[in-house]
């Protein structure tokens, strides 16, 4: 992808501050960090996200990720963790190669959840879990 700027990072074209590497996957800060240490792990291979991506790559970021995630709390002694995956547009995907979020967390750090969570109805639960279902 020649206008991809995660492929450019693989490549080396464009600079990055490497936290992790192996064959399938590449790990970096991210340079609009949330919290100190926020990483994002993508495949070498170019795929734009979840639904565009095989099963095997997507198995190999989420495995990069929790190497990542143990990488990170041992070396920043951070609290917890935080996983995001976006993907497309209505997920709040921005860079359309496919990429997990590794946020390192800490207690009080004041990060805000992005979404105010409220109790569904049952009949809500049963419409959705129908059309799922099938
Ligand atoms: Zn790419």
Not at 46 to 59: C, R, V
Not at 89 to 108: C, D
Request: with cysteine; glycine share 4%; charged share 30%.
């Amino acid at each position: 992808m020649d206008d991809c700027i995660f492929c450019k990072i693989i490549e080396g074209s464009i600079p990055s501050r490497k936290v992790y590497e192996n064959d399938d996957c590449y790990a970096f800060l991210d340079i609009f960090p949330a919290n100190r240490g926020h990483t994002l792990v993508i495949p070498k291979k170019h795929s734009k996200d979840i639904h565009d991506t095989d099963p095997e790559t997507y198995a190999k970021v989420a495995h990069a990720a929790k190497i990542v995630a143990d990488l990170l709390r041992e070396k920043l002694d951070s609290d917890g963790t935080t996983i995001f995956q976006m993907s497309k547009e209505a997920g709040w995907q921005t860079v359309f190669h496919l990429h997990m979020h590794v946020i390192p967390r800490w207690n009080e750090d004041g990060l805000h959840k992005p979404w105010d969570i409220a109790p569904a109805t049952e009949d809500e639960l049963e419409e959705v879990s129908r059309l799922i279902r099938g």
